[in-house]
């Protein structure tokens, strides 16, 4: 339980006591600075620990953001300050230097305060914290009252401003993403919101309300899977209410403050899964019709997913930018100026809210066949969108923390996660020692280049050659060298960030293609089944990134072979088996792939140890 500390009496007639008591707080009262200190060190060091004035005055909604958000180890308002196991030594370090503070009491009548003004010792706090380098969350109130009146008539305008202003609503609005699509922000938000405080008020969290989204999508895809003109129409249906299910768990998290890294791995991971399953339940239902679209059910998977590596790749490689003069970002500054042009460019990258929504009602009213080719040319429109300008961006930018005379320069953690993202296996890390030496006379835009010509000899190669040649494989081998070279120096060049799409790219449309060219029943299934496990890694490795926790160890890329190792494997299996053996080598690969991936996934993050965090992100 947490623990909040008056720094003196309770002015009479203040809820402040009940307030703390509702979020959680065994509230102690401290006669002075010395007893603050003692009463704090009483507390058990894993727990968190709160320091507030008694005259505070503000919303309750106030305190709520000051004092239990668990992403913050250390977080204020104005008169309030809190503290978590990781924060407290400091916390120790400067009540120890403020002990000259003088705390604040009430006088006798409940009407007045003392008329000397005391010293805000929360505060004060708060100021040694940021001052030694812990730093202090503020959260932004916008018209919620936290404040530490030092008179009586300040008091009672306080109070009339805490009466003016409707903290619930106030809390309400601000469980709404800030940055969303469209649809979610004009079709969903405005009654999911009460549905997200409906589920906190009975004591559901987040993580509760992200496993039913995925089960209603679940059944959704199963409805799809029928192939009857009913069960398209209920899984549509199912589909958007699985959508509105996956708004309501991030507003129920920002209503309660209910972060964590495992939520948000949560949300994004089953966000994939529901969609992709959902195209397996399609391409199930046509097959009950007679109509294949099992390639176009995992292009739509590979386009996707390359999509969102886009984007993963070129926000971990800006992470660090502080600037960016191009043109093209001044043009995108001026479009954003003006209301209309940011809805419509929210709407035309096709985020995952309109995404749905068309998805929903083309499977209701048309066929699989016609679903996936609107989502393959609306994705394709996206991608070369975003793509372009990132590209353009990127020609153009500066890095902070980096000393490098070009603009393109990135900072070593840039280049770190670019590495991770790339998910390069044995053979690919020990090419690039060969090359290590020789990579840096490379010109600037080798590595993104190079992996491009690889990758693309070895997806051509797979698509145009009949199955069973050895061509594919000999290609692969080249895919495997070219990959090491592109590696093979830190990747702090203007479009190496679009090294790990490519990547991603080469070995998903290899893998699709050597399944098409086997034109036997199953195999495509199968292939499906490989990229999503392989997919599954990817989305992992991201968002293992983003949580502040590494990429994933060392040894499971090893067993799994990294990108280079699998797109090998794979190209070797069609030019040695049969094709009806063919599907089956896909589908253990698969399995297995997907059992090391899946059972280390959930090992890390059930047992992580990684800070709260939660994800507002791109509207994928």
């Given at each position: ?65 000051g ?7 250390a977080?204020a ?23 000259s ?151 129920l ?70 600037s ?5 970002a ?30 929903a ?14 989502l ?5 429109f ?21 000393s ?104 998903y ?112």
């Amino acid at each position: 339980m947490s623990t909040a500390i008056l720094t003196g009496p309770p002015v009479p007639g203040s809820s402040l006591e009940g307030d703390l008591r509702s979020l959680g707080f065994d509230v102690r009262i401290a006669s002075g600075t010395e007893d603050t200190a003692a009463l704090i060190a009483a507390v058990p060091g894993a727990e968190r620990v709160a320091v507030v004035d008694p005259r505070f005055v503000g919303h309750v909604h106030s305190l709520r953001l000051g004092l239990t958000d668990p992403r913050f180890p250390a977080a204020a308002v104005p008169g309030a300050l809190t503290a978590q196991p990781e924060a407290r030594t400091a916390l120790t370090r400067a009540l120890s230097a403020a002990g000259s503070g003088t705390p604040s009491s009430a006088a006798d009548d409940g009407d007045t305060l003392s008329a000397v003004r005391a010293v805000v010792l929360p505060d004060v706090l708060a100021d040694a914290l940021d001052a030694e380098g812990t730093a202090v969350h503020r959260p932004e109130l916008g018209s919620l009252v936290a404040t530490v009146p030092d008179d009586p008539q300040a008091r009672n305008e306080a109070r009339q401003a805490v009466t003016a202003v409707d903290d619930e609503d106030v809390r309400l609005r601000s469980a709404v993403k800030a940055r969303d699509g469209f649809f979610t922000t004009f079709c969903i938000s405005p009654y999911s919101r009460y549905i997200a405080r409906w589920c906190a008020r009975r004591g559901l969290t987040p993580n509760q309300v992200t496993t039913a989204s995925l089960l209603t999508a679940l059944i959704a895809a199963g409805a799809a899977a029928t192939g009857t003109r009913g069960g398209y129409i209920a899984a549509g249906v199912l589909l958007i209410f699985s959508f509105v299910l996956d708004c309501t768990d991030g507003q129920l998290a920002r209503y309660s403050l209910q972060y964590s890294t495992m939520g948000a791995w949560l949300d994004a991971t089953f966000d994939r899964a529901k969609e992709y399953a959902y195209y397996a339940g399609l391409a199930l239902g046509a097959a009950r019709g007679g109509d294949d679209v099992w390639a176009l059910a995992l292009g739509a998977m590979v386009l996707q997913t390359c999509r969102h590596v886009v984007d993963f790749s070129f926000n971990e490689a800006n992470h660090d930018a502080v600037s960016n003069t191009s043109p093209t970002a001044a043009l995108s500054d001026k479009l954003d100026s003006v209301g209309w042009t940011v809805w419509v460019r929210r709407m035309i990258v096709l985020p995952i809210g309109e995404r749905w929504a068309m998805i929903a009602v083309l499977t209701a009213v048309t066929t699989p066949r016609i679903v996936f080719y609107a989502l393959l040319i609306g994705c394709a429109f996206a991608a070369s969108y975003t793509t372009a300008g990132r590209v353009l961006r990127s020609l153009t930018r500066k890095a902070g923390g980096t000393s490098q005379a070009k603009l393109w320069g990135r900072t070593d953690r840039a280049a770190q996660a670019l590495a991770d993202l790339t998910d390069s296996g044995p053979l690919a890390v020990a090419v690039a020692g060969r090359f290590s030496k020789r990579a840096p006379s490379l010109p600037a835009f080798a590595p993104f280049v190079i992996a491009l010509a690889g990758g693309a000899a070895v997806v051509a190669t797979a698509a145009f050659t009949d199955y069973g040649s050895p061509w594919p494989a000999v290609a692969a081998v080249a895919y495997v060298i070219t990959s090491g070279i592109a590696v093979a120096r830190p990747l702090k060049g203007a479009l190496d960030w679009l090294v790990p799409p490519v990547f991603r790219a080469a070995e998903y449309c290899t893998v699709l293609a050597l399944a098409a060219r086997a034109e036997v029943n199953g195999a495509l299934p199968a292939a499906f089944g490989l990229v999503a496990a392989v997919a599954y890694h990817h989305y992992d490795t991201v968002y293992r990134i983003r949580g502040g926790t590494g990429a994933p160890p060392n040894w499971l890329v090893r067993v799994i072979g990294g990108h280079e190792g699998r797109t090998l494997a794979v190209a070797v299996l069609a030019a040695l088996v049969t094709n009806a053996h063919f599907t089956i080598a896909l589908t253990v690969l698969a399995v297995a792939v997907a059992l090391v991936v899946l059972v280390e996934s959930i090992r890390f993050w059930v047992s992580s140890g990684a800070p709260a965090v939660h994800d507002e992100g791109e509207p994928a």
